[in-house]
């Protein structure tokens, strides 16, 4: 099956500074690759995604970069704020709607 | 947007008692109902999927005959825990997919509130 690794596992920048979150991932097939954010006791929220199609997509400070030859895929942040901290996760899964597996998350911190 | 109403949003149960858990897709139908089990700074881990009016498929390593889930309509998707033990106190996740024509906006997922289930 598929599984999906993440890091770091925790970060910590400074108001404005960039944060960059990877993943790697196993299964080839996978073609279907969201990002979430989750605060404490809350359900994950859907930040972007990115499908096997497009190298790179972007929804303003947030980016995500894929790589499907070397199965690795990216979130980054610009300009980040302090309510931009919480828990990131990343998953993968063979189609959009597929069970999805989830990376082992991030905790970003975003000192003010 | 597509919603999908969890509850209850938090239990407490004695040892030994089964709890129930139930997800609804309020505005469209879900075909398909994942559950998932996410342990204290960890990781959302699937446990089973399950698409209406069929059994469920679970995850190696979870035993179907504790986890029992029921999906009988396109709205409904309940999980119970049944005689829960402390091991099992968790934060339990569904997520609901829309499928073809049956309501949903896309393929993509719909997650419920969550439920933190805690076994004293």
């Known amino acids: 099956g598929e599984n999906v690794e993440q890091h770091p596992s925790t970060l910590s920048v400074q108001e404005g500074d960039s944060a960059v979150i990877k993943c790697t991932y196993s299964?080839?097939?996978?073609?279907?690759f969201p990002w979430y954010k989750q605060e404490l006791g809350k359900r994950p929220q859907l930040i972007i995604d990115?499908?096997?199609?497009?190298g790179e997509k972007k929804d303003q400070r947030i980016a995500v970069t894929l790589n499907k030859t070397a199965k690795h895929f990216s979130l980054h942040i610009t300009e980040t704020q302090p309510e931009d901290s919480a828990v990131y996760f990343c998953?993968?899964?063979?189609?959009?709607?597929?069970?999805?597996?989830f990376g082992t998350g991030t905790r970003l911190a975003v000192r003010p | 947007g597509a919603v999908v109403s969890q509850h209850p949003s938090w239990v407490i149960c004695k040892s030994g008692t089964s709890v129930k858990i139930e997800c609804r897709s309020l505005?469209?139908?879900?075909?398909?109902m994942f559950w998932y089990r996410q342990f204290p700074k960890q990781s959302l881990m699937l446990m089973a999927t399950?698409?209406?009016?069929?059994?469920?498929?679970?995850e190696q390593g979870v035993e179907k005959d504790k986890f029992l889930i029921n999906h009988a309509s396109l709205t409904l998707s309940t999980l119970t825990v049944t005689s829960a033990h402390p091991e099992d106190s968790s934060f339990y996740i569904c997520?609901?997919?829309?499928?073809?024509?049956?309501?949903?906006?896309?393929?993509?997922?719909?997650f419920g509130s969550g439920t933190r289930l805690t076994v004293v």
């Open positions: 399950s698409n209406e009016g069929s059994k469920a498929t679970y």
């Open positions: 998953a993968a899964s063979r189609s959009s709607g597929d069970k999805l597996t």
């Open positions: 505005d469209f139908q879900a075909t398909t």
């Open positions: 990115i499908r096997s199609n497009v």
């Open positions: 997520s609901a997919r829309a499928g073809p024509r049956t309501g949903g906006s896309n393929y993509g997922y719909t």
């Open positions: 299964d080839s097939a996978s073609n279907y």
